[in-house]
């Protein structure tokens, strides 16, 4: 059967990300294979056609043959309260109005664009609904507790049940959040892995000896409060009360606290311990890799990580992550990750003082590594191949085949 799909992506330059996936190349700014480019690989081998929408703020349109790309940016950008609910509200009526002039068979909601509740509509104007999530419903272990959250979740469980065709998720815990949310009434389960590159990782070489001072930790990722940013600066900070000089920091990305990140950071004076590079290029990372030790992923309840993919960058390069329960990445990258509580700032001290006080404990997290890699370059774990099994299966769905019949391979 032949589809026309609708995809709701998340914010990245999807327009950027189409032109070098063309040109036959990967997005140089980008360490993973994109999801958009994924989506449109599967469009390019089954000769589909698609609209690509992505909440990017820099508005913007683009088509190529059967492909449309968007940038459409969300009503109010930095809305809280009842005003970011109304903004999610109206984006995802949106979204769906474009994928009815588009004439869609299949909608790919991906977390992150609108409500969930919303996609009901889909399948009540006949469009099938195929929900990505790269997040999980609630921060793991966190649930809401206020109203309007779990009014929200009422409504979502609705949909999961009715309203989704499939889900697909990037990790366990993105699964069984559905299935406690729902009762375990809900249609078919996939999961997928973030794909790489592996020549992204080619010449990094293995991290330093555990004995070679100082210990170094890196951090990759958005600078916002709810991933532990600001929790590094008071790790950092107690570490070196304990050990002066003994463990080193380094911290790579940009967001909207970076200022506020780098005043705390001069109140604290903690120049000689902890360095914040911003924004680096991709090379830039490959030496910071290099010269590092571990790296750090201490995301807080404050945000609902659906995989964390800083972490699987970590195993990729051959490097300890130090992280929490609430990064669902700690679950299949266990054998070589350091746990620490829950935005327990103590417990990530004594981790670290584990790792660098036991060389024989490190070096088993390090040699864990290799071993935990291969997915995240299976193709066959990607969003391309997975798309396919989803819509294979949706087509046996329509042509009346019994559910034993009907494809089952959920990863």
């Known amino acids: 059967m032949s589809h026309r799909i609708f995809y709701a992506a998340g914010p990245g330059n999807v327009i950027r990300a189409h032109q070098h996936w063309k040109a036959g190349e990967h997005d140089p700014t980008e360490v993973s294979i994109t999801f958009s480019s994924q989506v449109e690989e599967f469009c390019r081998s089954t000769d589909t056609s698609a609209y690509i929408v992505a909440y990017n703020a820099q ?6 043959g059967k492909l449309t790309l968007e940038h459409r940016p ?5 809305a809280t309260g009842l005003l970011f609910h109304l903004s999610e509200i109206f984006y995802g009526l949106g979204l769906f109005s474009t994928a009815l002039k588009f004439r869609s068979t299949v909608a790919v909601i991906e977390s992150g664009t609108a409500h969930y509740f919303l996609g009901t509509i889909y399948r009540l104007a006949g469009i099938k609904v195929v929900t990505l999530l790269h997040n999980t419903l609630w921060p793991r272990g966190y649930p809401p507790s206020r109203l309007v959250p779990k009014i929200i979740q009422t409504l979502d469980s609705l949909f999961f049940r009715w309203g989704s065709s499939a889900t697909i998720a990037v990790s366990p815990e993105c699964i069984r959040q559905v299935d406690q949310l729902t009762r375990g009434r809900h249609n078919s389960f996939y999961q997928i892995r973030a794909q790489f590159l592996p020549e992204r990782f080619e010449g990094i070489g293995p991290p330093p000896a555990p004995s070679e001072q100082p ?8 600078v916002v409060r709810a991933k532990g940013v600001f929790d590094i600066l008071e790790i950092a900070r107690r570490l070196d009360d304990r050990v002066p000089g003994r463990v080193k920091f380094e911290l790579c990305g940009t967001g909207p606290d970076l200022d506020a990140l780098k005043d705390r950071h001069r109140e604290l004076e903690l120049d000689d311990v902890v360095s914040i590079r911003g924004w680096v290029t991709l090379e830039e990372l490959r030496d910071v890799y290099a010269r590092s030790h571990a790296s750090i992923v201490p995301t807080t309840s404050a945000f609902a990580e659906g995989l964390a993919m800083t972490a699987a960058e970590a195993i990729l390069a051959g490097r300890p992550v130090i992280t929490n329960p609430a990064v669902p990445a700690l679950e299949i990258l266990r054998p070589a990750s350091v746990e620490a509580k ?4 103590d417990s990530y001290v004594d981790a670290i003082l584990k790792l660098i006080d036991s060389p024989g404990y490190y070096q088993s997290l390090c040699e864990a590594c290799p071993p935990l890699q291969g997915q995240f370059y299976d193709r066959d774990q990607g969003l391309t191949a997975v798309l396919g099994r989803v819509l294979h299966s949706l087509d046996q769905r329509s042509n009346g085949l019994s559910p034993s019949k009907r494809s089952s391979n959920n990863n």
Do not use: E
């Not at 508005?59 to 190529?64: E, L, P, T, Y």
């Not at 829950?342 to 700032?345: C, K, L, S």
């Open 59 to 64: 508005r913007n349109i683009a088509r190529d």
């Open 74 to 78: 969300k009503p109010i950008p930095g």
């Open 215 to 222: 210990f170094r930790i890196m951090y990759i990722g958005r």
């Open 342 to 345: 829950t935005n327990d700032v």
